[in-house]
């Protein structure tokens, strides 16, 4: 089951990027493959789970993009992991849908250490989470506190597809309440 739905959410997303691959190209050659104080973030509603992908350049998240070598941009690292792997923090739902985190990992090249060196120059820092709603008829909205957790992030350009069909909408901080 758990296969079937992380396939039906994979397929929701790519329908819901490919629908919308011109806009995100046109943003895409105005703004660079890689830029500084932005990040995107894809969410998938399906039934009781929702999937987010969240994709950001490291700078937004640890201020640097090389490989931590010194203890300071280690321990930075290990604290934006962290920050990143608590995604009830990150993502508040409708109180009345009743959301939880199942899971929640982080991957990027500056994780791996050795033979990161072709990242270094554009490191990004990539995550994924899935919650499971209990109500998920009450869920309305969906409050992004990644501008509050990392001030370096500007703007976050998000793809949503779910029940009422799919969207695309720009967070920032003084607007990072996504309406579903």
Request: a negative charge.
């Amino acid at each position: 089951m758990q296969a079937n739905t992380r396939f039906a959410i994979g397929l929701l997303v790519s329908l819901a990027l490919a629908l919308t691959a011109a806009t995100a190209e046109e943003a895409h050659r105005a703004q660079g493959p890689h830029v500084h104080g932005l990040a995107s973030l894809d969410l998938a509603w399906e039934g009781k789970v929702i999937q987010i992908g969240l994709e950001s350049p490291a700078a937004n998240l640890v201020g640097f993009e090389h490989r931590p070598e010194a203890d300071a941009d280690r321990a930075a690292l290990d604290a934006a992991v962290a920050t990143l792997k608590d995604g009830e923090r990150l993502f508040r739902f409708s109180p009345e849908a009743r959301c939880r985190l199942i899971e929640a990992g982080v991957e990027s090249a500056l994780l791996e250490g050795v033979g990161a060196e072709g990242q270094e120059a554009h490191a990004d820092l990539d995550a994924e989470y899935r919650f499971e709603c209990a109500e998920p008829g009450q869920l309305r909205q969906v409050e992004v506190g990644l501008f509050q957790a990392f001030p370096a992030t500007r703007s976050i350009q998000v793809q949503y597809v779910g029940p009422k069909g799919q969207a695309a909408a720009e967070l920032t901080a003084a607007s990072p309440m996504l309406r579903l």
